[in-house]
């Protein structure tokens, strides 16, 4: 079956999930109780869900050849919109591969590529350096999984702070047992094991932004594969604990921790084909990168393609993708930064 056409009974429990609000990128220890409201949802059907949006109006013909490359996480969504864009522009083609988030930015500023894919908000460095344009495109949320006899029910900010401090650190070290995350019993002295993917990724650069702040040292962690990986390791370890990104994990994964916020509310990561609680605030939003000067023209691929991606189509592909589509007015407030009117 086509790849437009195939959507898995797992991916299409997500068209039950609302749109989000914007997320804030302070480091969650930091977070006042007012702003942990990171997203909002209601129960709703797929038309609901992208009701509003534009459509994709093609500005012009295009042919040959745009590379798109960067993180995993976007890997399914890209090939949804090569595929959704040759149907419309069938002499163009979007060649698709996939590295880490953190590779994107020296790649594209090599000229190694002309589309990025990056799973975390931009840095203020990386958004000094100019030139580059970042653009939200659909949303992943994500969860803290644990092995399944460990005692903890729930995850405190400061838990989560300590479990990603670096436990070496000579100010503010890190959790290095259990028993320093306050659990008690035969786990109390069971050294904690991280296990995640690489540094460099999207889902790593933003639990560590969101919990520790921008730059911060953080604990080594163990290098997985992939999300299931991860889980395998975690529920073969009871020191283990990870991350997984709730859209793209495999059904068995371990315990899914419910998050504390500051409020003292206690907030479980959705479960698949639940509606995201909106105290929920471990939600990423996904981009696309290109080198491009406001005022200046870009290229008609890569506009064509920045068009479909912030039309309804684009979204509806976010949605077949297993993740969550933007909003009416992100989807708007894009197009508006890349200068396009209401007639384009």
Request: aromatic letters at 4%.
């Amino acid at each position: 079956m086509g790849i437009r056409t195939h959507v898995s009974r797992r991916l299409a429990t997500f068209l039950a999930i609302a749109t989000l609000m914007a997320f804030t990128a302070a480091p969650l220890h930091a977070v006042e109780p007012h702003l942990a409201n990171a997203v909002a949802a209601v129960p709703a059907q797929e038309a609901d869900l992208l009701g509003g949006l534009p459509p994709y109006l093609p500005k012009a013909p295009i042919s040959g050849k745009l590379s798109v490359a960067g993180s995993s996480a976007m890997n399914q969504l890209a090939l949804l919109w090569a595929d959704g864009l040759k149907h419309i522009h069938p002499d163009a083609k979007l060649d698709v591969a996939m590295f880490e988030s953190g590779q994107v930015l020296p790649k594209l500023g090599a000229g190694e590529m002309e589309i990025g894919l990056i799973s975390r908000p931009l840095t203020e460095t990386e958004l000094k350096q100019g030139g580059i344009v970042a653009i939200a495109t659909a949303k992943d949320v994500l969860g803290v999984v644990v092995h399944p006899d460990n005692p903890l029910e729930q995850l405190t900010m400061e838990q989560g702070v300590k479990i990603l401090q670096d436990p070496e650190a000579a100010e503010n070290p890190g959790a290095k047992t259990w028993g320093d995350v306050g659990v008690t019993g035969s786990l109390a002295k069971t050294p904690i094991n991280l296990y995640g993917r690489s540094t460099g990724t999207g889902a790593w650069g933003y639990l560590v932004n969101r919990f520790l702040g921008e730059g911060a040292k953080s604990r080594a962690g163990k290098d997985c594969n992939g999300y299931a990986q991860i889980c395998e390791a975690v529920t073969k370890d009871p020191g283990g604990v990870g991350y997984l990104s709730l859209s793209l994990a495999p059904a068995t994964k371990g315990k899914v921790l419910p998050l504390v916020l500051n409020t003292g509310e206690v907030v479980p990561a959705p479960k698949m084909g639940e509606a995201v609680d909106p105290r929920y605030p471990l939600v990423r939003q996904l981009y696309v990168v290109v080198k491009w000067e406001a005022g200046k023209p870009m290229p008609p691929m890569t506009e064509e393609l920045l068009r479909y991606v912030l039309s309804r189509s684009g979204q509806e592909d976010a949605v077949k993708a297993g993740l969550l589509p933007l909003r009416r007015d992100e989807v708007l407030a894009s197009r508006d930064a890349l200068g396009w009117t209401g007639a384009h």
